[in-house]
């Protein structure tokens, strides 16, 4: 939301960050290496692995996948991540019915994390001139961008009690004019690790083109370097390589 209070011209400036070759189709690429120069601290996960020497960051991006390994979420955080907020409302009517129409019986969380994800990739009409700061208003409105669809996937998600929360970073955008675009999409505990979901690209389990910056709204560090980034593509791989 503070993103978008941005002129169109600024906005588009601040928040695209060049690379120097195209990469295709991005839901495609399976893995992905990049370089850029930088003192920002990337976020590392099983899927975004980070290496530096001096200013150089070196990017190792993967489509995410099941590691195999449990890692529970302590209470503090199963409640954290489960619970209702004034943006998240997901003790509100609305989102309890539609959630747990589209979950039925289903209990495991990714499958219910799909049809959560893809009832919101078809029924929001994709725009940005609707602005929203609330996952009811979002739902009113049947309309957003790429930060109305996770929002309103997370607070669907957390009213069936799924773990979720809002993820702020950029993904490939332009295969014309190669650059990387501002995006917002979630993740959701399976009950051993956190996935990605991504309900504007109707996508479980993201694609190698998603570098994560930060999570929820408040974490913001990430919009004081992002106009200076550049990256420069090191290996690509495409699911039909």
């Not at 996948?65 to 489960?82: N, V």
């Not at 309890?96 to 039925?104: C, H, I, M, V, Y």
């Not at 009950?191 to 910056?213: F, Y």
Request: include cysteine.
């Amino acid at each position: 939301a503070i993103a978008k209070d941005f002129k169109a011209s600024g906005f588009d400036m601040l928040f695209r960050v060049p690379v120097d070759r195209g990469l295709g189709d991005a839901t495609k690429v399976e893995a992905l290496t990049m370089k850029c120069v930088t003192d920002f601290a990337f976020p590392q996960s099983h899927r975004q692995q980070v290496e530096r020497q001096g200013d150089t960051v070196r990017l190792k991006l993967k489509r995410d996948f099941s590691t195999g390994r449990a890692e529970p979420l302590s209470e503090e955080d199963q409640t954290k991540y489960t619970q209702a907020t004034s943006s998240l409302q997901s003790d509100k009517p609305p989102i309890r019915k539609l959630a747990a129409r589209l979950a039925g019986d289903e209990t495991d969380p990714v499958v219910v994390a799909g049809r959560l994800q893809k009832w919101v990739f078809e029924n929001l009409k994709t725009t940005y001139n609707k602005n929203a700061s609330t996952a009811l208003r979002v739902l009113k409105n049947r309309a957003g961008d790429c930060t109305e669809s996770a929002l309103l996937f997370v607070a669907l998600a957390r009213s069936v009690g799924i773990p979720a929360r809002e993820v702020g970073g950029v993904m490939f955008a332009d295969e014309d004019e190669p650059y990387f675009a501002w995006h917002a999409w979630a993740e959701i505990h399976d009950g051993k690790q956190w996935l990605s979901v991504d309900p504007a690209w109707d996508e479980v389990l993201v694609d190698a083109t998603h570098i994560k910056l930060g999570e929820g709204r408040e974490d913001l560090g990430w919009i004081a370097v992002i106009g200076n980034l550049k990256f420069q593509v090191v290996e690509v791989q495409h699911r039909d390589e």
